[in-house]
């Protein structure tokens, strides 16, 4: 529960600062990238905290690290003493996936006068979802797969999944603040499947006028290269010899 909840609070402010920043009429209309940095930034801070009991992963690439790293060993927890099992890893990411969906339409409910008025339907997606500057589905997934495998590197060294309180939070919040203000600008640094994707499904869903499609043709590299990010952050921290 704490993952559904976390990772939809994550979604809530993560899509509310880009909301601010593109929609028309917002009060913080054009407030920059550096605004969307941080606003991201805090965002996994909050949701950190609030899933703070099962570890506060918010991420199915951080998850996936972490099994790939225990290799599945049941003598070995993922957080709040959870073992480590096909199923338990299947709600955990289930739950993420859901708490990003439900973050993303409460924050479509949030600015729904503002994505009523006139806009470019490229803007609206993306409140929900990010998307390359240049289209190249070779280099957005190197840039997806190496802005994940910085974020899961310093995860694994600090222990932040283990300690997620007080610096480990805050750590967590200044290194995605430093992904997107160093490695975000090609394609909006996803670094995250459940982030990208569940608000995309809530973007095709729900009924925004004027939204135009949800570019599912780019949709899969969001989820595939932080999935590879992470299992690279695993073998460059743990080498062969896998083990947490």
Not at 77 to 104: C, E, K, M, R
Not at 108 to 117: A, N, P, Q, V
Not at 156 to 168: I, Y
Request: hydrophobic letters at 50%.
């Amino acid at each position: 529960m704490s993952e559904f909840l976390g990772t939809a609070v994550l979604l809530l402010l993560g899509g509310g600062v880009v909301a601010n920043h593109l929609l028309p009429k917002s009060k913080g209309k054009g407030g920059g990238w550096l605004l969307i940095n941080f606003g991201w930034g805090f965002a996994v801070f909050l949701g950190v905290y609030v899933a703070y009991s099962t570890g506060g992963h918010l991420n199915p690439a951080v998850t996936i690290a972490k099994v790939v790293a225990n290799m599945f060993d049941p003598n070995v927890t993922l957080a709040g003493d959870i073992p480590v099992n096909a199923g338990n890893v299947a709600v955990y990411i289930l739950a993420q996936f859901l708490g990003a969906f439900v973050g993303a339409v409460l924050c479509y409910l949030t600015y729904k006068k503002h994505f009523d008025e006139d806009c470019d339907p490229a803007l609206k997606l993306g409140v929900f979802s990010t998307g390359p500057e240049i289209r190249s589905y070779g280099w957005n997934l190197f840039t997806e797969a190496i802005a994940t495998a910085v974020l899961i590197i310093w995860i694994f060294v600090s222990g932040a999944t283990e300690n997620a309180n007080g610096l480990g939070a805050l750590g967590v919040a200044i290194v995605i603040v430093s992904i997107g203000a160093s490695l975000g600008g090609p394609t909006g640094y996803a670094i995250n499947p459940a982030r990208d994707l569940g608000p995309r499904i809530a973007h095709a869903i729900l009924p925004i006028k004027g939204k135009g499609g949800s570019d599912w043709g780019y949709s899969w590299v969001p989820v595939v290269g932080p999935i590879i990010g992470a299992v690279i952050a695993v073998v460059l921290v743990y080498g062969t010899d896998i083990a947490v």
